[in-house]
């Protein structure tokens, strides 16, 4: 009754491309925007922000880079975690280095460093496919967690390993409560998951899917894959370099390189497992759904009064990830969003499905 | 300077036999199914955990038989529950499952079984021998239950060797090794084809965990170990057995000689807090052959058909 888009025409080209064309939709997420800017620093308290919020947002972020290569190009990949150590380790050494940096500056040099990067990982995806892929992106995995380790000028001869970060500064205003944090975070998110949307419906977009689909065809009708397979590598490292930076920055403050451990690969590929391949929506709800769930997990043994270790919460956690994962890829391989895409199709009929 | 040279490459092959071990159950599957399984280290884990639990309450062979029970209901459990569902989906699809799997099976294992590390005592002798002292200073180091994991590992290859060859089920699982639809047409039924290759993986993740957990304790870096397994397979190539061995000998000895020789030189020009080149090593090789030999030294030639 209210989700219907009877009587809205696309009278332009420019409405028809738009990148909500449902009124309802656009009005939705202007909402929602709204609301995560305003509403919710009059109610959200500090655990709120540090456990919930910004956790969610940052890994939206990393997750949507990891969509773009994994969802919309169909390159596997498991160096998530490196990448995002790029580039929380190169806006720490360009924080320290030049101090007086914009910290939004800071945080897109991150990704840029993460980006070459990746483009040189993703090199062998012209040859390669696949779970071939995977090894190759495993490599990078393991070569940048240990390069972060080992070598001593990244982490600035810190005698313990680990690094952390100073007063962070924007314009003057000193980033240091966990709403200021999550409202810097959250315009970063908006603005990077708009790109994001408005890529992948763009002619660079539709080359990374035909890609996906069938690499062959795609470069018959003249799709050059050195092209589009780097275009791909190159974007989502950047997106996953800026999770990492602000990850380092504004959720931990002081990070080692474990922090950016194969776990975090796996983890960012969960949430785009369930939350949904090829979609910018499903990196939201899936980056949602895995944060969310070991936080209710932790709650529950106290609310039913049995008493569980947090070792066996970890391991049941581990257990529930991974039957997840197998339910959602047989029963909806297209995750959350597509869920979130039915409602809407039920929504669209209601209350006279017929 | 060639006598611990030669200790390293020595003890290095040894470990390379254990990488083989791992990655052997990964070829089984994949040439059998087409299923990259993931899981495998898990079930390396699985299986360690369950014979070292176990052998608390019973003795040790008895111990060992239920695992390999276990072991094979697991494997029905699984194509029953995942891969029973996922039939027809793309390689890719089958491979984020074996992740889930494989997280699943981590997180039931430590469970069910706890998750210190526990101790495997098959009565291997501990004291390291040595040998050739007549051509070397002190002679070269050898750990014995090294010595004996090799030839176990030797042993199962040949047997394995024998059961594809020769036994009426090797040359089914041949069969659907090489095409699914044909063999299927001519009455092979793949569900069982597939139960007896995990039944059969599954035993030869218990016999490598079984060597890991005397050589580390079973521990939940035993998962982690396995996924060394990866590089192996891509150097000997997907679906070639002698591969993974060949694979397995390389690349343990590979990653150890690099430590010793490599790591200082890396660790003088670097200046680096340490070495540890063995956690990446073998990745960067199986990283360069992806670029310059995709098929891995045994693999057949991957040739795209439109």
Known sequence: MFYREAGQFKTSYATDMAIFPIAQDRWFVLLAVVFAFIGVPLFAGQYLYTEVLIPVLILSIAAIGLNILTGYCG????????????????????????????????????????????????????????????????????????????????????????????????????IDTPDRKYLLVLALTVVLALAAKNLVRGRIGRMWMAMRDMDIAAEIIGIRPLYAKLSAFAVSSFYIGVAGALWGFLRLGSWEPLAFDINRSFQVLFMVIIGGLGSILGSFLGAAFIVLVPIFLNQLPYWIGIPLSTATISHIEFMLFGAMIVFFLIVEPNGLARLWATAKEKLRLWPFPY | ????????????????????????????????????????????????????????????????????????????????????????????????????????????????????????????????????????????????????????????????????????????????????????????PLDHIWLMVWAVAGIVALVAGMMWGVKLGVQFSLSLVALKALPVLILGGFTSIPGAIVGGLIIGAGEKLAEVVLGPLLIKAFDLAGGGIENWFAYVLALLFLLFRPQGLFGEKIIERV
Request: hydrophobic share 60%; with cysteine; charged share 10%.
């Open chain 1, 75 to 174: 390159q596997l990949s498991l160096g998530t975690g490196g990448f995002m150590a790029v580039g929380a380790y190169a806006a720490y050494n360009l924080a320290l280095r030049v101090p007086e940096t914009n910290i939004v500056l800071v945080f897109l040099f991150g990704g840029v460093m993460a980006m070459l990067v990746g483009m040189l990982f993703g090199l062998p995806s012209l040859r390669i496919k696949g779970f071939y892929l995977a090894v190759a992106t495993l490599a990078a995995q393991f070569f940048l967690e240990w390069a972060f380790a080992r070598v001593k000028w990244f982490t600035n001869y810190a005698p313990s390993g680990s690094v952390a970060v100073g007063r962070i500064e924007l314009f003057g205003m000193p």
């Open chain 2, 1 to 188: 300077m060639l006598g611990p040279i030669l200790e390293t490459l020595i003890g290095g092959l040894l470990t390379g036999v254990l990488y083989s071990l791992v990655a052997l159950g990964f070829v089984l599957i994949f040439k059998a199914s087409g299923v990259f399984n993931f899981a495998q280290g898990a079930m390396v884990l699985f299986a360690a955990l369950s014979v070292a639990r176990l052998s608390e309450f019973m003795p040790v062979p008895f111990a060992i038989a239920l695992a390999v029970l276990i072991m094979i209901v697991l494997a029905y459990a699984i194509e029953f529950l995942v891969l029973r569902h996922l039939i027809n989906q793309e390689g890719i699809i089958l491979f984020m499952a074996t992740l889930g799997v494989a997280y699943f099976l981590d997180g039931f294992g430590q469970t069910v079984w706890g998750s210190d590390i526990y101790k495997i005592d098959l009565g291997m002798p501990k004291n390291p021998i040595f040998i050739l002292e007549s051509v070397f200073p002190g002679g070269l180091l050898i750990d014995p239950s090294e010595l004996i994991a090799a030839v176990i590992c030797a042993v199962m290859v040949a047997t394995l060797a024998i059961f594809f060859q020769v036994t009426r089920v090797g040359r089914a699982l041949r069969a659907v090794a090489d095409d699914h639809q044909a063999a299927q047409s001519v009455g092979i």
